[in-house]
């Protein structure tokens, strides 16, 4: 079937995201408020609970990347990891990509506060958030979710930071050469969707930017890593479709459940997350 594309719209323009995070920046120097969190903090929760249960337990450090870093404030919430007690340490390095030189700076602003005032104190908003972010559905293994009981102490460690990119390039464009262990994506899909100005290729095929996108991220996810995406403008099932067509060597891993809404007698959820593994190389 063939795949439906999105109306284009101004947030599918880099220039409507230049201007975004040139506000956003003046706003941040003047207040500290570190701008809209895209799908709101429930979303980072959820990423990152999922992260914190599927990164495999190493002692070597796991490369995160996220695509279209914007304010940088999901992949932020690697610098510290809040469970179960006891909770083990990891080290990280993380890099952010955007297209727009305002979220590098704003990225790199936030981080430089965030990690000035980083605690292993936890505060009550964290725990509010991690306990209102508990699933009580099952989780896609099957397994009913480990941290599922009302009397279960929660702590919160600080993890080693090799060290942190905020780089600003055009994912749909730069050669990156580099693979990561865990790729991220929270919204940047769903934006570039929404413009239907093909791209220029070097191989001289011209494309829309919806379908280069996943070869790009294909190649950018290490064998045995996870890409990890979180979309509002399309379903888990076309998400599913649009990542694990033939050679791109993703597979389907998992999904997270968000809240479900109900509407003249249908039922869906308005965000979705889901999880892929590279299961072959590229
Ligand atoms: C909806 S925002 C999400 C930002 C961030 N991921 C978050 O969750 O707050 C989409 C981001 O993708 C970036 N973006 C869109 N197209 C891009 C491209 N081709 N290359 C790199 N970044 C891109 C935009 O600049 C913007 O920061």
């Known amino acids: 079937m063939a795949e439906e ?8 323009t880099k220039d409507h995201w230049d201007g975004v995070y040139d506000r956003e920046v003046r706003v941040f120097n003047d207040v500290g408020d570190e701008g809209e969190v895209w799908f709101g903090e429930s979303s980072v929760t959820k990423m990152r609970k999922w992260a914190q249960r599927n990164i ?19 992949l932020l919430s690697f610098l510290s990891s809040i469970g179960p007690k006891p909770i083990k340490k990891q080290k990280f390095h993380l890099t952010g990509i955007d297209y727009c030189e305002g979220a590098s700076i704003l990225a790199e602003s936030i981080a430089k506060t965030r990690i000035e005032n980083l605690s292993e104190d936890l505060t009550e908003d964290e725990e509010d958030e991690y306990y209102s972010n508990r699933d009580r559905n099952e989780s896609d293994e099957g397994e009913e979710d480990e941290d599922d009981e009302d009397d279960v102490e929660i702590e919160k460690v600080i993890n080693d930071i090799e060290g942190i990119d905020w780089r600003t390039e055009d994912l749909l464009t730069k050669d990156l050469a580099e693979q990561w262990d865990l790729v991220l994506d929270k919204g940047t899909y769903d934006a570039l969707c929404l413009s239907q100005d093909t791209v220029q290729e070097q191989d001289g095929r011209s494309r829309l930017p919806s379908q280069i996108y996943p070869e790009r991220i294909s190649n950018l996810v290490k064998q ?3 890409f990890l995406i979180t979309s509002c403008n399309f379903t888990e099932e076309e998400i599913k479709s649009r990542y694990t067509k033939e050679g791109l060597g993703l597979e389907f891993h998992s999904s997270v459940p968000h809240p479900s809404f109900s509407f003249g007698g249908k039922s869906g959820t308005t965000v979705c997350t889901v999880a892929f593994k590279k299961v072959s190389p590229s």
């Open 56 to 74: 495999p337990d190493t002692d070597r450090t796991v490369r995160i990347l996220e695509c279209g870093s914007g304010n940088g404030t999901l």
């Open 224 to 226: 045995n890593g996870f």
């Open 5 to 12: 594309e999105l109306p284009p719209s101004k947030l599918g």
